[in-house]
């Protein structure tokens, strides 16, 4: 039986390239490049690359956005499920 701690809100590794985290990714201020990876949440003010996860947000984005729930922000179709994708 596996149960939720605070450890799996918390980043669980962030490299070049990518932000893989057990519940949410926050990137709020610097632009991301690459993955981002989280079970519940990534969100991100300008993001270039791929975000996985069940709730995607991102401001600015160049690439793909694969979940539940997926917005863009500055996109012609804002939100859009299961795969939301602006280039």
Not at 1 to 12: G, K
Not at 29 to 34: F, K, L, T
Not at 57 to 66: C, F, R
Request: glycine share 12%; charged share 10%; proline share 3%.
């Amino acid at each position: 039986i596996y149960t939720l701690s605070l450890h799996d809100a918390l980043p669980i590794w962030e490299g070049r390239g990518a932000q893989i985290a057990g519940l949410w990714n926050y990137n709020g201020q610097a632009a991301c490049q690459g993955v981002q990876l989280a079970v519940l949440l990534n969100n991100s003010e300008s993001m270039k690359g791929v975000q996985i996860g069940l709730v995607n947000i991102a401001g600015k984005m160049t690439g793909v956005q694969i979940g539940l729930v997926n917005v863009i922000k500055e996109s012609s179709v804002p939100f859009f499920p299961i795969i939301n994708a602006h280039f």
